[in-house]
Antibody
Framework: QLQLQESGPGLVKPSETLSLICTVS??????????WGWVRQPPGKGLEWIGN???????YYSPSLKSRVTISVDTSNNQFSLELSSVTAADTAVYYC??????????WGQGTLVTVSS | QTVVTQEPSFSVSPGGTVTLTCGLS?????????PSWYRQTPGQAPRTLIY???THSSGVPGRFSGSILGNKAALTITGAQADDECDYYC???????????FGGGTKLTVL
C-alpha cells in the first residue's frame, strides 16, 4: 500500500527558505506514470496546488509561486522535496505531499504544519 | 489568473441528494480539465473521491458520482449521511501541461 510522509522543520523564520521532504513507501517513484506534488492549506482556508515533479525531474509550478518554488526528486531514496524561498507569514500552512496522476491527486500524506515566524 | 469557482456552502437533509458544482471564471469546464473531487474533515488530510470527471477512487461508495452539468463539473451525493458533513474541493487542469487549480471549497451541512 502506497504511503507518503512529509518531514521538515515546523518553524521557519521570515525571509528564509522552507524545505520539506516527502518519503514514499510501498511503491517506487521510478515506476513511472505519476507526478509527485505538493499542496498547501493555510489555517482555516482552502487548498492550494503548489506544483509537481516527474521522477525524471521535469517540474511544473503554480504561476503564483513559480518564482519562489523548487520541487525536486531523489529516486535513490524514493523521496521528493519542496523548497520555498523568501517566506512570509502568508506561507504559514499545512503542507501536503501527494501522488498526482494525469487525472488528479490519488494518494496523500498526512500533512505537516509549517509556521513562519521570528 | 484562472479562478475555479465552487459554492461556498450548501445544505442537504439526511437521506437527500445534493449536487455541488465546479466552474471556471472564464470558459466552460469539460472532461479535458480532468475534474477531480476531494472531501476533507477538520484536521485531516483530503480524501480523493472522484477523478477524471467520473471515476471513483478506490473504496469510495457509489452514492458519490461525478459528471459534467452544463458548463461545470459536478459532484452528486445521493442519500446524504451525517458524516458527509465536511468540506468538498474540486481540482481542475487549467493550462496545457503546467497548471492545476483548486476551487475554494464547499462546506456541506447535513441537517
Amino acid at each position: 500500500q502506497l504511503q507518503l510522509q512529509e518531514s521538515g522543520p515546523g518553524l521557519v523564520k521570515p525571509s528564509e527558505t522552507l524545505s520539506l521532504i516527502c518519503t514514499v513507501s510501498g511503491g517506487s517513484m521510478s515506476s513511472g506514470g505519476y507526478h509527485w506534488g505538493w499542496v498547501r492549506q493555510p489555517p482555516g482556508k482552502g487548498l492550494e496546488w503548489i506544483g509537481n515533479v516527474y521522477y525524471r525531474g521535469g517540474a511544473y509550478y503554480s504561476p503564483s509561486l513559480k518564482s519562489r518554488v523548487t520541487i525536486s526528486v531523489d529516486t535513490s531514496n524514493n523521496q521528493f522535496s519542496l523548497e520555498l524561498s523568501s517566506v512570509t507569514a502568508a506561507d504559514t500552512a499545512v503542507y501536503y505531499c501527494a501522488r498526482q496522476a494525469g487525472s488528479g491527486l490519488d494518494c496523500w500524506g498526512q500533512g505537516t504544519l509549517v509556521t513562519v515566524s521570528s | 489568473q484562472t479562478v475555479v469557482t465552487q459554492e461556498p456552502s450548501f445544505s442537504v437533509s439526511p437521506g437527500g441528494t445534493v449536487t455541488l458544482t465546479c466552474g471556471l471564471s472564464s470558459g466552460s469546464v469539460s472532461s479535458s480539465n480532468s475534474p477531480s473531487w476531494y472531501r476533507q474533515t477538520p484536521g485531516q488530510a483530503p480524501r480523493t473521491l472522484i477523478y477524471s470527471t467520473y471515476t471513483h477512487s478506490s473504496g469510495v461508495p457509489g452514492r458519490f458520482s461525478g459528471s459534467i452539468l452544463g458548463n461545470k463539473a459536478a459532484l452528486t451525493i445521493t442519500g446524504a449521511q451525517a458524516d458527509d458533513e465536511c468540506d468538498y474541493y474540486c481540482l481542475l487542469y487549467v493550462d496545457s501541461g503546467t497548471n492545476w487549480v483548486f476551487g475554494g471549497g464547499t462546506k456541506l451541512t447535513v441537517l
